[in-house]
């Protein structure tokens, strides 16, 4: 028979989101009668908004007719919607023709790691986003898991904690190919300011890396001083690479819409621009987001759509005001649920596993262990704000009365 | 600056539909005025049906209210649709959990070829839909391009020609780690016999390979003798990948919807079964397709919906029918446009590229190139059925008057 690919045996256990969803499922089969309120995975729960439901079903009729009936459409994205994302998320520091539509951020990590091949050396943060790093193992870029300090070889770890309040010590990625950023972070709610870009930029030119940076939750920023995107800072498009989601900001987790910008200033050493490889892979195994997601996506971005995304943002960040406020008030130390809808919190020398167990027992609420993310992680637990109000402000309770 | 990822160095032009496109826009600057009707592209004209449009409007609504939203849905799609898929299309012959409901065989062919990995082997039918190679070519499973047979080295091809009547003789596959295989074909239209599909299972069985068996256009198969599915030979499942769609019949082209099965009896040599590393990956680098196209989907499955189905495609299979006459009264040999939405026609002597110009200049017809498909493609132009009735009948008048 075939021989298994071994990327795929390093990969030990289950991607852990379901590992929770298992332990989830354990407990409620003894308590069958526990009303668990989830705060872990980062899934939205506010109806999609008038405008853009109203787009969407416009453009169903639009395929139920023979006249204004389309089929495949650009594997990139509609145009119009490539330079809207451009003008309205970037104020045209790129242009569309940069920006590539796709079906999410996931998706489109996974497509970077087959853009870069096996031989590339990657850089992550720890903790980060799992699919970095897992989906940088399929690829086979990486050596075999410790199991120790359960990290792979051959990728570069770059702490982020309490310490260097969570923003890395740069210097051991010097020798990476790609570096991974996230600002709003997953999982740590730390939002880079200018001065840490530019410095990860500069860095990044020095020792001619590329940057991808993950803005998955940008809109959540309500702080103006901070910077939405990576091409705010001078020169970061000659290094980076932005992957970003209609996901969180306007619930389309289930609808299926993000995107990412290559600019037309990031070459290989050879001069080959990166986007133009960029665009084979899209053309040649993708084929497009869904015309009625694109549908979505446009009605998003007008001015209607901008302002009911403002207040699904709101909401969500009402949620984390109301959490961050009964850790701080219990002396936990919280970061995020400011501008971004995570809330990192240090649990006072518990495992994050233990944490996981105690809130799930005692409070029946579901949480995100940190130490899933990354070595960096233990202690930590994630708490998302994408729940519906009524179960944040039980889970408030809760937390005031089992912490 | 970071080096290109030498894979992608090796596609030496770009994915040929593209090169069509450029041709075509090329004569429209010249002659602005020409009338031009596309037998290019398999891209669906029709609009979609009353039940499927009206199902995925529901679905806009049931996320517009709170109370019914739902965000992520499961990356391997949703438990009824896989489930129906099984029932509808497959008669059971598979069970739900084996199948994998995906956003397109495109993008699922990429898929599958970061699951067997740069190491793996791979043998295609000559000519082949190009994404299995280009894709292979982007995974790092080839050598070259050899400029003269304009083949990659390490691919196993296998010429299916007028001469062994386009089902193709497999002894040189017995290496292959990896055999794809169309039918009903594209390009060819070919559709195999259970006689044929039952060559080939026996052949990977013996020699231990994996058939990934594209059945994009099985549900334009009319001869009841012909088989759908692979798993209707006996042993299949523990050979054979089946990768499918819902684009061609229902028009979901631009909706983006399809499945992938792999069965539980499929394993590697170590007794893993596939289908436990294709959940894996599934899971990492996909995020399921847009819960809006999957209730399309699920529509479509239902007795309205595949009555829908059959008109649609009893629609495209007279298209095909008329061409096919024309043709043949004109003394050309042609495959396919009888099960199959693709006609394959041998140009007495010409060039592909000399036919697909010659139709272009004389009758405003687009066509494709049988070579792009690769060289046992040379001679020979791929035709589509998918245009307007209106249209396949002037491009039939203008095929009479020019051929």
Redesign the interface.
Known sequence: ?????????K?QS??FF?EIAKRKKEFLLKNPNAKIISLG?G????????HI?GA??DA??K????K??????DEQGLTSLREKIAKVIYCGMVSGEEVFVS??A??D???L????????KIAVQDPSYP?YV??AV???QTGLLDGKTRQFGNIIYLPCTPKNKFFPQLDPAKDA??IYFCSPNNPTGAVATKNQLKELVDFAKKN???LVVDTAYSQFISDRSLPRSIYEIDGAKEVAIEISSFSKPI?F????LGWTVIPNDL????G?QVRK?WN??T???????????QAGGLAALDPKGRKEMGKTISYYMENARILRLVLQKKGYEVVGGDNAPYLWVHMKGMTSWDAFTLLLEKAHITTTPGSGFGPSGEGFLRLSS?G?RAHVLEAAKRLEKVL
Chains 1, 2 share one sequence.
């Open positions: 028979m075939v021989k298994r690919n071994p990327n795929l045996a990969l289950s991607y379901l995975i899934d939205t729960t506010l109806p999609l908004t008038t439901a969407m079903t169903v009729k395929l139920s007719h023979t204004t009936y389309t089929g495949y459409g079906d999410g996931k998706p990590t996974g497509r790691q087959v853009l870069f091949g096996s031989d590339a699919v897992d989906s399929i690829l086979g190919d790609v001619k890396s590329i619930g987790t289930g609808v299926r070459c290989y050493d050879d080959t490889d084979r892979i053309t040649t195994i993708f084929n497009g987001a869904s015309n009625i997601s994408f519906q």
